[in-house]
């Protein structure tokens, strides 16, 4: 009889081994596949309230940029928002009304940073410093803004689809004076202001104690003295 219920036991203690070895309740494993990765998901949608100055938006199946908004709430009809647009392919403005809270699509717009490096001829040459790559830009892509571009001046290319489209320069620059009227006087104590002749060529009014060799802050928006570096 002692045999008979050592064995027994024994058997038991197998059994229990044995079942302690499955998961309890296998119901709550993860189940993944191991060579699955983690998905995400760019949404480039917004509306029309997210508008702002500088908001990228695409319609009709260009790229916008926001150059001016304004919401309106009349006192009748639904409120809607107001706005001007310039189109980064052809360089056009447009005025387009949005209702509010319409779902508009965000233009999918990559930004790099590349450096001024050169000229050459009529193009402007911007390098990436990582890989070295060189993008060239005609002059007429860059418009009156190449007045503010010196060598080795970061700026921001704009590309839509793989292709430039546009180019951001940094909102202040340093410049140098070389050159004003000498002929100019004034009560500098009061004011007043005279044209300078920078060395990127601009033009570029400035208060009377400015003299030639002085490096200036000018914001490139709207070309105006900020103050001497």
Not at 125 to 149: A, C, H, P, Q
Not at 172 to 178: E, F, R, S
Request: a neutral charge.
């Amino acid at each position: 009889m002692r045999l008979s219920l050592s064995a027994s036991s024994s058997s038991l203690r197998f059994a229990s081994s044995s079942y302690s070895s499955f998961p309890s309740n296998p119901s709550l494993l993860p189940m993944r596949n191991p060579s699955s990765k983690p998905r995400f998901f760019k949404i480039y949608a917004l509306t029309s309230n997210d508008i702002k100055v500088g908001s990228n938006v695409e319609v009709d199946g260009a790229p916008w940029r926001v150059l001016e908004f304004l919401h309106v709430k009349p006192g009748k009809g639904a409120a809607f928002v107001r706005t001007k647009l310039k189109n980064y392919l052809t360089g056009n403005t447009v005025d387009k009304t949005f209702r509010a809270g319409s779902s508009i699509e965000q233009a999918d717009i990559l930004k790099e940073t590349k450096q001024f490096t050169y000229k050459d001829g009529s193009q402007f040459v911007f390098m990436d410093l990582n890989s070295y790559e060189e993008v060239r830009l005609d002059e007429k892509d860059i418009g009156d803004r190449t007045k503010w571009l010196k060598e080795g001046m970061d700026c921001s290319i704009l590309l839509w689809n793989g292709k430039v489209i546009d180019i951001d320069l940094p909102i202040t620059v340093k410049l140098t004076v070389v050159d004003v009227d000498p002929g100019l006087k004034g009560d500098t104590a009061q004011g007043g202001s005279k044209p300078t002749t920078l060395d990127t060529g601009a033009v570029v009014n400035v208060p009377l104690f400015v003299n030639v060799g002085d490096e200036i802050l000018v914001d490139t928006r709207n070309g105006v003295y900020m103050s001497r570096a």
